[in-house]
């Protein structure tokens, strides 16, 4: 008996183990830090605005994100009389599914034994109760990669996923059989299909100069060589303008443009199925900032001075400069990993806030002369050039 | 005893198979949609089982992200009142469905009772897994068939330009008929 | 660890067979575009299969050939669609008879 369920019982385990566990950390982390996002945006456009912000509950407001999560969970869920049921209660998922789905491939930094956490966690015997065949903590590994599963596809997986995003849309506009909300649908499919071509288009460079589709590969090219922004500075504007048209964000957020067609695609939802579509955008954005930071930012590679020395141009002159860099770079290289990486996203995210509080809405030629006129021609002769300049130096 | 390879490819087929008649036997087209995205996902799942990740990714962009996304929208652009959009199997269905099982069951049996090449080309599974499915696609694609690489691209011109021309609204100055 | 062949070319024989059916019984254009898609994807898993199995990339290959084929055919096929329901007002196949003799 033992025999025949221990293998199955091992399998199980590292399974679990290996890929329920991170899924798991990884997918609460991003729900949460969504929710936090919130709270984030409010303060910082009340800032911007010279008002407080939320600062009623908890210190600082920082509770706020858990009232409006209380409130949410306790609203009459409302179904309208005349929307097509099943349509309408399965769209808030098709929303929500693929931007979780999509952090299964970001890369959150180095392998690391989590401060010595997985070693001590490998020797674990139960206290001696748990019998050896049966003890699952061997399983765990040496050190932790911090990615759930690192695709050789990395990149084509995250475009299939924001893809996917169209449909939720969609479907909760017609699934809803108003107006209002079937004109946001189609406002915000035609505006996703078209910013992600430039999107993609944008990212080529990046692939091109990596010569990987992974996200850990794009990131361990840039450590050997230099941040792709400084390459590709006009493939990083593309990718984060589409970035934020895709995520239907101000200044692009046309399928919720309030004065026009009240709150556009998610117009007749309220409660629990308001707050999906609520995280599917803000899980888009961190997927964004994220894809931002590794494809252009070096992901969780430290910033690091260039030594005056090494440097032909100004060599000479700052020579003296040498040991102070070294010092600083020094210093940079003691933050972990993983403060890098979250505190670049945290920085584009800090962007996505300030961009919505800065500048007006398009208009939505105007979306559209943009995306197709001057994005996607710009994104192909992106790629054009880097061709060339691979094709000369290399 | 099924193994792990074939649990999983067990599960795809019938996922598939499911869908696929829920497909063409849904009403309202909306519903239909939402079956073929289920069929394409779990085809995308066949081929990461058979060492085609690229096209897997590709299945999912192209089909789930564009063809079927350009369905949904086209049904939403038609605004077919909802009573009107079922009506229709044709009248002699089951004839049609005969002949339809009929090519399946044909289409099997001469499979089963063919003989394929012995001769294994130069790229087996470890050797996709060791260079990875999209630079082995990429070498063959881009060498072996640059030529009707080319000519899908201008495949794809003529359906674009067809489309435009096909859907674009005439004004009489543009040598329409009184616009249509 | 390995899937017998026979049954992927089973199983693309079946999804083959439903998508005929309903290129055949059903009268909705629309649905008879996506008993298209049908027909091509197990063309498709066909020639992944082949692929796999006789260690070959030229059928991988040709499912990208096919996939860029099947959107032209859902772009123009929807075109003549839109254009046909802007005159008609119908998506019923059966209704549209003009070029019968």
Aim: glycine share 8%; proline share 6%; hydrophobic share 55%.
């Amino acid at each position: 008996m033992t025999e025949l369920i221990q293998p199955i019982f091992q399998t199980a385990a590292w399974v679990a183990i290996h890929a329920f566990v991170p899924a798991f950390i990884v997918m609460n982390a991003v729900l949460i830090a969504g929710a936090f996002l919130t709270y984030v945006e409010r303060k910082v456009i009340g800032h911007i605005q010279l008002r407080p912000g939320p600062n009623r509950v908890g210190p600082l407001g920082l509770l706020q994100p858990l009232a409006d999560g209380i409130k949410l969970l306790t609203k009459e869920d409302i179904i309208p009389a005349q929307a097509d049921r099943f349509v309408f209660v399965i769209a808030p998922f098709f929303s929500l599914v693929p931007v979780i789905m999509a952090y299964a491939v970001i890369p959150w930094g180095e392998p690391t034994t989590i401060m010595g956490l997985l070693p001590w966690l490998r020797a674990f015997d139960g206290w001696g109760y748990i019998p050896p065949a049966w003890n699952p903590f061997p399983l765990v590994p040496e050190k932790a990669t911090l990615v759930v599963s690192n695709l050789n596809i990395g990149v084509l997986y995250i475009l299939a996923m924001s893809g996917l995003s169209a449909y939720g849309i969609i479907l909760a506009g017609w699934g809803s059989n108003s107006k209002y909300a079937l004109l946001g649908g189609l406002r915000s499919a035609a505006q996703v299909i078209s910013y992600e071509i430039a999107m993609g288009l944008a990212i080529v460079g990046t692939l091109m100069l990596a010569g990987s589709l992974s996200l850990v590969d794009i990131v361990r090219a840039q450590e050997s060589s230099f941040w792709y922004i400084l390459a590709q500075p006009l493939g990083f504007l593309i990718f984060f303008i589409s970035g934020i048209a895709e995520t239907n964000r101000a200044p692009f957020d046309l399928p919720e443009a309030e004065s026009e067609i009240v709150a556009g695609f998610h117009t007749e939802y309220s409660g629990m199925r308001f707050a999906f579509f609520f995280m599917a955008e803000y899980g888009a954005m961190v997927i964004i900032s994220a894809m931002a930071s590794i494809l252009y930012l070096g992901g969780w590679l430290p910033l690091q001075l260039p030594i005056p020395s090494s440097v032909p141009a100004i060599g000479s002159a700052l020579a003296g400069a040498d040991g102070a860099v070294r010092a600083v770079n020094g210093a940079l290289m003691a933050i972990p990993p993983i403060v890098w990486m979250l505190s670049k996203i945290g920085f584009f995210l800090f962007v996505y806030i300030w961009l919505r509080a800065t500048f007006p809405r398009l208009r939505y030629d105007q979306l559209m002369h943009l995306g197709w006129k001057v994005m996607l021609p710009l994104g192909l002769a992106n790629i054009f050039v880097t061709g060339l300049v691979i094709l000369v130096k290399g | 005893m099924v193994n792990l390879d074939q649990a999983f490819f067990l599960y795809f087929a019938a996922m598939i198979v499911v869908f696929s008649i829920v497909t063409i036997t849904r009403k309202n087209p909306v519903y239909a949609v939402m079956a073929l995205l289920v069929v394409f996902f779990h085809v995308a799942g066949l081929y990461v089982l058979l060492n085609a990740e690229f096209i897997a990714a590709l299945q999912v962009v192209v089909y789930a992200g564009a063809i079927l996304v350009l369905y949904l929208f086209v049904l939403m652009l038609l605004s077919v009142p909802r009573e009107a959009l079922g009506a229709a199997v044709h009248r002699r269905w089951p004839v049609y469905a005969l002949v339809g099982g009929a090519a399946a069951v044909e289409i099997a049996l001469l499979l089963a009772r063919s003989k394929f090449a012995q001769r294994p080309g130069p790229y087996p599974p470890d050797v996709v897994r060791e260079v990875g499915s999209t630079q082995a696609i990429g070498t063959v694609l881009f060498t072996e068939f640059l030529y009707p690489f080319e000519v899908i691209s201008l495949v794809l011109l003529v359906a674009m330009i067809g489309a435009i021309v096909l859907t674009k609204k005439w004004t009489p100055a543009q040598g329409g008929e009184e616009g249509r | 660890m390995t899937i017998p062949l026979s049954w992927v070319l089973a199983l693309s024989a079946v999804v083959f067979g439903i998508g005929v059916i309903g290129l055949l019984t059903r009268r909705n254009i629309l649905i008879l575009l996506m008993s298209l898609e049908l027909i091509l994807n197990a063309a498709n898993i066909n020639l992944v299969a082949f692929s796999h199995y006789l260690h070959s990339m030229r059928g991988n290959v040709i499912v990208v050939f096919t996939i860029a084929v099947a959107a032209a055919e859902a772009a123009v096929g929807l075109a003549i669609l839109l254009s046909l329901f802007r005159n008609r007002r119908t998506v019923n196949l059966d209704e549209v008879r003009e070029m019968k003799g």
